[in-house]
């Protein structure tokens, strides 16, 4: 368990260490950049030994060995007031305390799947330890799941590998304690256990957490699709979905029409870097804004949960902690760090929405924020996600500086000048809490009264480029995201104007009765 000197326990922290708990294994407890000026040692072990004790660690997990490390020096000891010169403390203490594989190659044959990859050649690949036994190129298996009892397939290994670096090679066969990667199986996933026919045992695994995150992947439909991706069509992108599929067991997707999908994940941050791959290689689509996967338990529609673990500055204390009750968070806990302070919430995952840009905001990028689902709750009402509004292009053209110039007056421009634009596409923040739409194509007239060089030059203010989970963050739930190869473009869903206000009147006139 590596944890941080200065920093304690983080939220992934947690996670990770409740998996291993729950499997059983043994800890050792690292405890690395000692030599770090603000490290708190001993506070650090404090919290390490109160989280070992909320997570219902046995005796011996609780009583764990405890590494003193350096990872800049390339050193460790047993006692944190002791300077160590090199890492044999560390290497001792896996060697002594971890047992090493065991398992009896004479046994029946098991191996659990702890992961899954993917060849255009040979389909998936499983990857897994072997418990015990011995498997072998050719030899016929049992597939069975710990979970679900049903579950009896038959299999052969039509090939086995070892691994070496980053590269795999064939082997004949492979014994007990050894990892290796084998394929032959169309349907097998991450938790299925390999037997011997003849002594069918499936392994205890952690079952998979279920999606909490959809959001609908579409064809790109905008006045600028095609021109910059490879893969731009709906069979291109069932076709990439599908194989993602493979591969990642904790995606999940449904068609909801002709041209459009919903993708569920495990967070925003597990969606992003499928979009952000998918972009690398070729592929134009449109998404939409991220929403929450609900369950019913007892009767009551819950939501996800999450803990959520802020370290910010005193004096940027108070902003957070409000903008956390606004978006429904239950403030736990409080611990002075020095000059910052450490505040760990449980706010719903809907309320983390196009959070992080504020956070940073409000803490003058000095702020350092992490999360992990926590549970599931009864739903906690609306949250209101974005106060600003877009700043919208009239017309479809390209940005000038006399355009932009007008348009940054009433907020802060995504584009410079020389930008193609579209009507309907978003440009910029509003700074009112409603949208508006500007021209930013709109040229200066010249005339005689009005000559091109008669006025002072105009100064435009650098445009805000924003990344990827930016992007996703700003969206409002009217908008899409435009993901290509060269261009990410937030547009409204429906381009026209007229359309957008009529249907403006509609919503105020239903919501006034």
Not at 10 to 37: C, S, Y
Not at 420 to 441: K, L, Q
């Amino acid at each position: 368990l590596l944890v941080d000197a200065a920093e304690g326990p983080m939220p992934q922290t947690r996670f990770v260490l409740q998996k291993a708990l729950e499997l059983g294994h043994k800890v050792i407890v690292a405890v690395n950049k000692i030599d770090k000026p603000d490290a708190r040692v001993h506070e650090v072990m404090d919290e390490i030994l109160e989280l070992l004790l909320e997570l219902d660690a046995t005796d011996e997990q609780f009583n764990s060995p405890t590494v003193f490390c350096s990872g800049r020096q390339g050193t460790a000891s047993y006692s944190p007031d002791e300077a160590g010169t090199d890492l044999k403390p560390l290497f001792e203490t896996i060697i002594n305390y971890i047992p090493a594989p065991g398992g009896d190659d004479t046994a029946p044959m098991q191996l659990l799947v702890s992961s899954i990859d993917y060849n255009d050649y040979v389909g998936r690949i499983a990857v897994g330890r072997v418990e015990r036994g011995t498997i072998k190129v050719g030899q016929e298996v049992t597939i069975c799941d710990y979970h679900d009892p049903g579950v009896r397939q038959r299999g052969k290994v039509v090939a086995l590998y070892e691994f070496d670096g980053l590269a795999k090679n064939p082997i004949p066969e492979a014994h007990a304690g050894e990892i290796v990667a084998l394929s032959g199986m169309a349907d097998i996933t991450i938790g299925r256990t390999l037997c011997a026919p003849d002594c069918v045992e499936p392994l205890p695994f952690v079952k998979i957490s279920d999606p909490t995150i959809e959001m609908t992947f579409a064809v790109n439909d905008s006045p600028f699709a095609g021109k910059e991706g490879k893969f731009v069509t709906s069979r291109n992108l069932r076709d990439r979905l599908e194989r993602e599929l493979l591969k990642d067991v904790s995606l999940h997707v449904t068609e909801q029409g002709t041209d459009s999908f919903n993708v569920a994940g495990r967070g925003e941050m597990h969606l992003s870097i499928l979009m952000e791959t998918m972009r690398r290689e070729g592929y134009e689509f449109s998404v939409s804004t991220p929403h929450v996967l609900t369950k019913t338990v007892d009767g009551k529609l819950c939501e996800p949960i999450e803990r959520m673990v802020a370290d910010v500055p005193e004096e940027c204390m108070g902003s957070v902690i409000e903008k956390m009750g606004r978006r429904k968070g239950d403030l736990l806990g409080m611990t002075p760090m020095g000059s910052r302070y450490r505040l760990e919430f449980l706010v719903p995952s809907r309320g983390l929405f196009g959070y992080r840009n504020e956070f940073l905001t409000d803490t003058r990028g000095e702020g350092i924020m992490s999360s992990v689902l926590d549970s599931y709750a009864p739903m906690k009402g609306e949250i209101e996600r974005r106060q600003v509004g877009s700043l919208i292009a009239f017309e479809t053209g390209e940005a000038v500086t006399y355009g932009l110039a007008a348009a940054q007056e009433r907020g802060t421009l995504f584009i410079g000048p020389g930008t193609p634009v579209y009507a309907g596409m978003v440009v910029g923040v509003c700074s009112r809490n409603e949208d508006m739409t500007v021209n930013v194509c709109k040229r200066k007239q010249l005339t005689n009264m009005r000559a091109a060089g008669s006025d002072e030059a105009t100064r435009l203010t650098p445009p805000k480029i924003m990344s990827l989970e930016q992007c996703l963050e700003f969206l409002a739930d009217d908008e899409l995201l435009e993901c290509t190869p060269k261009s990410l473009r937030i547009r409204k869903r429906e381009l026209d104007h007229s359309i957008r206000m009529r249907n403006l009147m509609k919503k105020r006139a239903q919501e006034q009765g």
